[in-house]
């Protein structure tokens, strides 16, 4: 059976690139620390040596709008193209192609939807920079085919923050049931507190820092409990009416397992705050 090799969930931060690759001279003076903490990040998705990336993002509108807007769903395409147009203008994101795996993208739909997990899929997906940020970030050779599975964080209604972490623990089961002996990490993206276009975008911190400093103890403890006891819609939109993206951490601790992360760190990005982690896997699932 494959196995599962690491976990990782981060913010994205689709000006990394840009920052770190402008001219020295226009760089802001964040951009060195961010960059050598980024790499650090990367060495811990390197040194598991994944054949296989199982990919967690969301589609920022460029594709799912509101008149068809599947809550999960898989990619099963050979390849896939990725960054679309306004990524490359607003962000000076590349563009990418994604080698895909069918095989294994059939597998783990249908595993998911024998576990009661419906997904939509697509045999036509485009990828956003929910997952090309970490290719950039983790992956930037692009040398892996990834199974890519998007989240609806943005278009409410929104599933719950329990039915985000069961998600995470079916995806880790159709994972370790794939047989295959190939290694697979899987990496999500999502955000901590986060305002995009309202009264608080832009601040000197994100605009719930408090919450940012629990949410990243909660994933460092592995504390799915304190998480499903404190975090519903309603507090996520008062930390930031993009705060939904922490569904995806959810998840992701999911495939973990309520297990103490093996690494942890954070970058305060004056108005946003960057997390980084990574879980090695310690046992089957329950
Ligand atoms: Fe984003």
Excluded at 97 to 112: A, I, K, N, T
Excluded at 134 to 161: C, E, G, K, W
Excluded at 170 to 178: P, V
Excluded at 191 to 205: A, I, N
Aim: one cysteine or more; a negative charge; proline letters at 8%.
């Amino acid at each position: 059976m494959a196995e599962l090799v690491a976990t990782l969930a981060s913010t994205h931060h689709p000006f990394y690139f840009k920052a770190t690759t402008a001219p020295p001279e226009q760089q802001m003076p964040q951009a060195p620390e961010w960059k050598r903490k980024i790499e650090a990040y990367r060495e811990t998705l390197t040194r598991a040596q994944p054949d296989i990336l199982v990919m967690i993002g969301s589609d920022h509108f460029h594709q799912l709008f509101l008149d068809n807007c599947p809550q999960f769903l898989i990619g099963k395409a050979p390849q896939y193209d990725a960054t679309f147009y306004n990524e490359e203008r607003e962000f000076g994101l590349p563009k990418y192609m994604l080698q895909g795996d069918e095989d294994m993208s059939r597998f783990v739909h249908q595993s998911l939807m024998n576990q009661n997990f419906d997904l939509a899929f697509s045999n036509e997906l485009k990828i956003d920079h929910s997952i090309v940020c970490p290719i950039i970030t983790m992956r930037p050779q692009n040398d892996l085919p990834v199974v890519p599975i998007y989240t609806n964080i943005f278009a409410p209604p929104l599933h719950s923050p329990r039915r985000f972490y069961d998600l995470g623990r079916a995806i880790r089961r159709a994972i370790e049931a794939y047989p295959s002996s190939k290694k697979v990490a899987a990496i999500g993206t999502g955000h901590l507190s986060l305002e995009l276009g309202g009264p608080r975008q832009f601040m000197d911190t994100g605009p719930d820092p408090v919450f940012d400093r629990q949410a990243i103890e909660w994933l460092r403890a592995g504390d799915v409990d304190a998480i499903l006891e404190n975090v519903t819609h309603e507090s996520m939109e008062n930390s930031g009416n993009a705060t939904h993206g922490f569904l995806n951490f959810i998840l992701m601790l999911g495939v973990a397992g309520p297990q103490s992360a093996d690494y942890v760190d954070s970058f305060d990005l004056f108005h946003t705050m960057e997390a980084y982690f990574t879980w090695y896997p310690k046992g089957q699932v329950a």
